[in-house]
T-cell receptor, first 111, second 115 residues
Framework: GNSVTQMEGPVTLSEEAFLTINCTYTATGYPSLFWYVQYPGEGLQLLLKATKADDKGSNKGFEATYRKETTSFHLEKGSVQVSDSAVYFCALTLGYSTLTFGKGTMLLVSP | EPEVTQTPSHQVTQMGQEVILRCVPISNHLYFYWYRQILGQKVEFLVSFYNNEISEKSEIFDDQFSVERPDGSNFTLKIRSTKLEDSAMYFC?????????????FGEGSRLTVL
């Protein structure tokens, strides 16, 4: 079956530090890959996505590249801000299937 | 900006009681979903709903669960006889497209605690 594995959190960083949150997937075909983010007190919202191999999704300074050879979609940001503190969810979907999520990784950024 | 709203934000209930979680999806969306997240575990798909019927459901969505769109705006999840293991955060989502072409818009979640 399809699955997503994310690194365990919380990830604790100081402001302006470099962020990487690892995500790997298992799928029976070629999925589309997503990062969703949940800020405190809000619902999950789409951060970025990539629909085919070597695509790079980007938004709000975050980036992730779809790597078929390593079945990965790691989330990166060059300089995090306190306002980036949230829970980040990696997810995939195949064709018309519903989203399959990882456990989520909490990011805590201190000033 | 349109958003998905869920009520209640937190409900505490006794084991065996019925619970209804309510969601108001974005008004022009056609596809509706329920997901749940047990503390410390993955966000799990429960059910999807389109054209007034269930289009897909997971093995978690057994006979204790039901969904309904009673009045064209609300989308409800009912758990008939709650169990301890139903304690989780339940997320409603809606979309105007199906599958990997469409973004899902999620509500804030309803936390259910079964005692």
């Amino acid at each position: 079956g399809n699955s997503v594995t994310q690194m365990e959190g919380p990830v604790t960083l100081s402001e302006e530090a470099f962020l990487t949150i690892n995500c790997t997937y298992t799928a029976t075909g070629y999925p589309s890959l997503f990062w969703y983010v949940q800020y405190p007190g809000e619902g999950l919202q789409l951060l970025l996505k990539a629909t085919k191999a070597d695509d790079k999704g980007s938004n709000k300074g975050f980036e992730a590249t779809y790597r078929k050879e390593t079945t990965s979609f790691h989330l990166e940001k060059g300089s995090v801000q306190v306002s980036d503190s949230a829970v980040y969810f990696c997810a995939l979907t195949l064709g018309y299937s519903t989203l399959t999520f990882g456990k989520g990784t909490m990011l805590l950024v201190s000033p | 900006e349109p958003e998905v709203t869920q009520t209640p934000s937190h409900q505490v209930t006794q084991m065996g009681q019925e619970v209804i979680l309510r969601c108001v999806p974005i008004s022009n969306h056609l596809y509706f979903y329920w997901y749940r997240q047990i503390l410390g575990q993955k966000v799990e798909f429960l059910v999807s709903f389109y054209n007034n019927e269930i289009s897909e459901k997971s093995e978690i969505f057994d006979d204790q669960f039901s969904v309904e769109r009673p009045d064209g705006s609300n989308f409800t999840l009912k758990i008939r006889s709650t169990k301890l293991e139903d304690s989780a955060m339940y997320f409603c989502a809606s979309s105007n497209q199906q599958g990997n072409t469409g973004e899902l818009f999620f509500g804030e979640g309803s936390r259910l605690t079964v005692l």
